[in-house]
Nanobody, 117 residues
Framework: VQLVESGGGLVQPGGSLRLSCAAS????????MGWYRQAPGKQREMVARISGDFTTNYADSVKGRFTITRDNAKNTVYLQMNSLKPEDTAVYYC????????????WGQGTQVTVTS
């Protein structure tokens, strides 16, 4: 499994970013994918997930601001982040949801999102 996240950066509060995650090494289309984030000193948390049938779920903290989508033809999952807040600052990762905490867990390098004025 290879997961390559990109699209992070430095943005002011209220700004937007679009993260991308290119996946390879497994059958992408059948797996639910999650976007996770880890802020300094905090545990990694899921912020959004999208199932193989495109059903989406969001953490309460990002609901209404973030949108997760996927393009199975490109083996890519996206996270559109709007109305960013300083508390969204973290390293963002994607991962097949079912493999988190299991023997197939394999995190990419993540992409840093920093929201500051």
């Amino acid at each position: 499994v290879q997961l390559v996240e990109s699209g992070g950066g430095l943005v002011q509060p209220g700004g937007s970013l679009r993260l991308s995650c290119a996946a390879s090494g497994y059958i992408f289309s059948v797996r639910a994918m999650g976007w996770y984030r880890q802020a300094p000193g905090k545990q990694r948390e899921m912020v959004a997930r999208i199932s193989g049938d495109f059903t989406t779920n969001y953490a309460d903290s990002v609901k209404g601001r973030f949108t997760i989508t996927r393009d199975n033809a490109k083996n890519t999952v996206y996270l559109q982040m709007n109305s960013l807040k300083p508390e969204d600052t973290a390293v963002y990762y994607c991962h097949p949801e079912a493999w988190v905490g299991g023997p197939n867990e394999s995190w990419g390098q993540g992409t840093q999102v920093t929201v500051t004025s």
